[in-house]
């Protein structure tokens, strides 16, 4: 399970071509996914392609330069729950193109299918096991749309059996752009202006608006529905709760530094997270070196925290094809993304180094850099910005089964934090492992912990509707 996309909606009231911005948006967000992208316009089939969304333009420019239209949605992904192939590339096409409920639809999160199949057999509606979530719920939002419902009344009619998290942008058949947030607020949506061209920019993140010069307007509540069309833009809520869960994980990993969400700057969390730490885990040491990328933020902060003097000791190699991927959301490949780090040797060989990293998942990352990456460095000490993650994630980080959690397989679910801290220490083979806690992730975020989901880390999934099934990786993709 890997389902952490990006996805854009964008609406022009000038009739303006908005595919280029699309692009645009989809390329800014391509960390958020890198296996498929799509785009979806009124009047023109849906677009979609295996790969990167800058391989494909160079591939098919002339292709890609022919589709045009005033709205249109675009998406960008990591599969969850399905099989990274083309056929379950997003946008989806919902229902018969001719007819006026037709939508084609983005989504960004993970569901638990079988609530939304028992919703469908209750409409009469018969699955088969091949479709993913997203599309399931398409299906279902289409059935409420026949029966006259619009679509406030369909996300609040289908809300109860939406068990998970999803971000979703949709399309319909009169060019209307419907943009709509879980009512826990798991995944990030944001809303913007772009005033060149009078339109409104829905996006996973900020930084696509201000890639593409546009202003941000604010987020995209939880549980609120938005409609553009000619004649503006109105909102409303179809679920109010009185905690959120937005996901730490968006802070420390996933998104753009420059990005904004819930009104705080994902760079500034992650530089306060490392001060946090530099006050938790005091060490003696030469240096402070980030592992690359998401954690240099928390490295400098832990640097000017502690007064031990920032180095960039590892350096990524974006110019091989691998050299872009996330490395923990690839589990067949990660070892080929951490071979793509070089250690500078004259910054690291003989030092006593503290190696800011986001977090350990399964722990691969780790022991290829300790072990071999920085095998000549005089010691190292790990400090991690996210707490231990014992437990898996069902509402979109690519964990889904405990048994492949390195803390979970060193320690199980009973241990304190200073006991996870030295095994998982002993088992990579390293001085000191120092783990951030909730209380210093809640701080370092700005966000109090009763607004974010922590069930990876405490096993508490109450902030989903009903507790999951724990399954196997082969059973997730199934």
């Known amino acids: 399970m890997h389902e952490h996309c990006g996805i854009v909606g964008i609406f022009s009231f000038e009739g303006k071509n908005v595919v280029p911005m699309l692009i645009i948006g989809l390329e800014t967000l391509q960390h958020r996914g890198q296996e498929t992208w799509g785009i979806a316009v009124p009047d023109h089939q849906t677009f979609r392609r295996a790969g990167t969304v800058s391989q494909s333009v160079e591939e098919e420019y002339k292709t890609i330069s022919k589709i045009n239209g005033p709205a249109g949605i675009g ?24 007819s006026k409920h037709s939508f084609s639809i983005a989504h960004n999160g993970t569901l638990e299918r079988q609530l939304i199949v028992e919703t469908l057999k209750d409409e009469g509606i018969t699955v088969s096991n091949g479709l993913t979530d997203t599309e399931l719920m398409g299906r279902a939002l289409h059935q409420y749309l026949k029966k006259g419902m619009n679509w406030v009344e369909a996300f609040e009619a289908l809300n109860p059996y939406l068990n998970g998290s999803f971000s979703t942008v949709i399309l319909t058949a009169k060019g209307e752009l419907i943009a709509a947030r879980d009512e826990k607020g798991f995944r990030p949506l944001c809303l913007g202006w772009h005033e060149e061209t009078n339109s409104y920019i829905v996006a996973s993140e900020s ?15 939880p549980g609120e529905v938005l409609k553009i069309d000619k004649k ?6 179809f679920s109010v709760q009185e905690h959120h869960a937005h996901c730490p994980f968006e802070y420390t990993y996933f998104a753009h530094p420059s990005s904004r969400i819930e009104g705080v700057t994902v760079y500034e969390a992650r530089k306060n997270i490392g001060r946090i730490l530099a006050e938790k885990y005091p060490v003696d040491a030469d240096i402070v070196v980030p592992v690359p990328d998401s954690a240099r933020p928390a490295a400098l902060g832990y640097s000017e925290r502690s007064g031990i003097p920032f180095e ?42 503290v190696l800011i990293d986001d977090s350990i998942v399964r722990g691969t990352s780790s022991r290829i850099i300790v072990g071999q990456k920085l095998r000549k460095a005089k010691q190292v000490s790990l400090l991690l910005t996210f707490p231990p993650i014992i437990y898996p994630c069902y509402a979109g980080i690519d964990f889904p089964t405990q048994q492949e959690l390195l803390a979970y397989r060193v320690c199980g679910t009973t241990k304190t934090l200073a006991e996870i801290n030295k095994a998982v ?6 001085n000191l492992i120092g783990y951030n806690d909730a209380d210093g992730l809640s701080k370092g975020v700005g966000i109090p912990k009763c607004e974010m989901c922590l069930s990876c880390t405490t096993g508490d999934y ?4 009903r507790k999951p099934e724990f399954k ?5 993709k199934q």
């Open 312 to 353: 960039e000791g590892l350096m990524k190699d974006r110019y091989k094809k691998k050299g872009s991927w996330r490395s923990f959301i690839e589990p067949e490949k990660r070892e080929d993304v951490v071979s793509n780090i070089t250690a500078i040797k004259e910054v690291v060989d003989g030092k006593r180094i």
């Open 207 to 221: 930084c696509a608006l201000d890639v593409l010069g546009a202003r941000l307007i604010r987020d995209i509540n």
């Open 232 to 237: 503006g833009l109105t909102r409303e809520q």
């Open 462 to 465: 109450s902030c989903l509707k």
């Open 472 to 476: 196997t990786r082969e059973e997730m």
């Open 75 to 98: 998406h960008v992904r990591y599969s969850t729950t399905a099989k990274s192939v083309l056929r379950n590339a997003h946008p989806i096409d919902i229902g018969n193109p001719a």
């Open 425 to 430: 220490a002993k088992h990579i083979g390293i």
